[in-house]
Structure formats: structure tokens, C-alpha cells
């Protein structure tokens, strides 16, 4: 990533945080929350710090009490980025989990859920996944995505876009400053076909819906507030995929 801004208030990992399991799907492991039996399916593709980020597995149990399946893979292998290793920059680390690796790790896992009945699937995005999720709606593998403080993500992929999406962004962020998020949204106008939605948080920065201190009030609640917002659109997407 262009800037140490991704790279900020790393997580302390837990490999035994959540209340979920870890599963083996596709060759991947993944933690995993919810009943199978919902049918309705999220993908949370995390930033660089990976899976066993605590706030991230926190998020994955909430949205799987709104009523679906939750799976969050391990994109990167056991090796997140480290910001201590000085001898491997995220530039570096980067050249080893490029985004089109994911891109092309999700597509089997995809099918590995459909094989299961798992259908219809939606996919958020945090940082570095929000590339990855970008992807997939372009390509219509998903039927909804989310994407949340993204990186990488040019207008020319917002522009290819074929299913609802929507953008939470921070007015803090060198990564997607509002002036392209703005620019994301007067694209997605342009596409009455598409559904979407595009706002921008006030007084965070990038990273806000998953490395928030949990003891900061103000900062938990921003980031219980892109939470819901990210939830009800996939209640409303994934919902209604299933009426036809």
C-alpha cells in the first residue's frame, strides 16, 4: 500500500477469539459463525492483519446473529502482515498476497458454499478486501458486497460493478479520500441498474470498522454504526434474492 495509514493500530491476534469454529473449506482455513441452516451467506475479507483479528471475528459473530452464515477465510496463509518485521514492509509483504490471489482463492470457496446449499452469498470488504470483493462484484460471483475503508479500489472497478454495493468510507483517509469515494458515487448514479449506497464517516480514519479500541466509546460506537449499516444491507440484498 502506498502509505503506513493501512498499517495503523495493528490488532494484538488471537487465534482462540469468538465464539465461532475454524473450518476447512476449499483448501482454506476459516473461521466460521452462524447456522448453515440460513442459507443466507457472508464472506468477510479482512485487511492485512488477517482472520484472527479479535474485532473482525467480534463483527463475524454479530452479523451471524442477524440471521446468516458467516465465513472468514485465511487469505493470507498464517502469515498476516507483521508491521514489527522491519526486514519485510508491507510493500514487500504484498509481492506474497497480491489481491488477485484472493480474488482467485474465493472463487473455489464460493463454490464450496453453493455446494452446501449455501446461496445466495454476499461479501464485505476491509481494506486490502475490499479489493478482493470488488472483483467478485464485478463479476457477478456474489450478489451483494460491501466494501469498507478500501484500498486499491480504482473508479474503473466501481464503474464495472453488476450487484448492489455499498461504499463506507472515513473522511480521514489517504487511501480513498472523500474526494473518491465522491467520484464512486456520481459513477454508481450513472448506473440506475445498480444499487448503491455511498457515505462517508465523519472524525475517523481508515481502519475505523475494525481497529477501533473497544474501551473507546465514541470509537466503538462509529464503528457499531458502519456495522449495522454493512448488516442491513446485506438483510436487504441477500433477502431478496431469495424471493426470486
Keep these: 500500500m502506498s502509505g503506513p495509514q493501512c498499517c495503523e493500530n495493528p490488532p494484538t491476534l488471537n487465534p482462540s477469539c469468538g465464539s465461532g469454529r475454524l473450518e476447512k473449506i476449499a483448501g482454506l482455513n476459516a473461521y466460521v459463525t452462524g447456522l448453515p441452516e440460513s442459507k443466507l451467506t457472508v464472506l468477510l475479507v479482512p485487511d492485512v492483519f488477517g482472520y484472527e483479528a479479535p474485532n ?14 458467516v465465513v472468514v477465510p485465511d487469505y493470507f496463509y498464517g502469515d498476516p502482515y507483521n508491521p514489527e518485521n522491519a526486514e519485510r514492509p508491507i510493500a ?3 509481492k506474497d498476497h497480491g489481491h488477485h490471489k484472493g480474488f482467485e482463492d474465493t472463487k473455489p470457496i464460493i463454490e464450496a458454499l453453493k455446494s452446501q446449499g449455501l446461496s445466495p452469498i454476499g461479501a464485505a470488504g476491509f481494506c486490502w478486501g475490499a479489493k478482493v470483493v ?3 462484484a464485478k463479476c457477478g460471483l456474489i450478489q451483494a458486497a460491501v466494501l469498507l475503508h478500501p484500498s486499491f479500489v480504482t473508479l474503473d472497478d466501481i464503474k464495472e460493478v453488476k450487484v448492489p ?3 463506507l468510507g472515513a473522511e480521514i483517509d489517504r487511501m480513498s479520500p472523500p474526494e473518491l469515494l465522491k467520484q464512486f458515487e456520481e459513477a454508481l448514479a450513472a448506473k440506475p441498474e445498480v444499487d448503491s449506497f455511498v457515505k462517508i464517516f465523519p472524525k475517523v480514519s481508515h481502519g475505523w470498522t475494525v481497529r477501533y479500541n473497544a474501551g473507546d466509546a465514541e470509537a466503538v460506537k462509529c464503528a457499531e454504526e458502519a ?3 454493512m448488516t442491513e444491507w446485506f438483510v436487504k440484498y441477500l433477502n ?3 424471493r426470486f
Design 56 to 69: 473482525l471475528r467480534k463483527l463475524a459473530d454479530k452479523v451471524a446473529a442477524a440471521g446468516f452464515y
Design 92 to 94: 514487500v509483504w504484498l
Design 134 to 136: 470488488v472483483e467478485l
Design 165 to 167: 454495493i455499498s461504499v
Design 227 to 229: 456495522h449495522l449499516d
Design 240 to 242: 431478496e434474492c431469495c
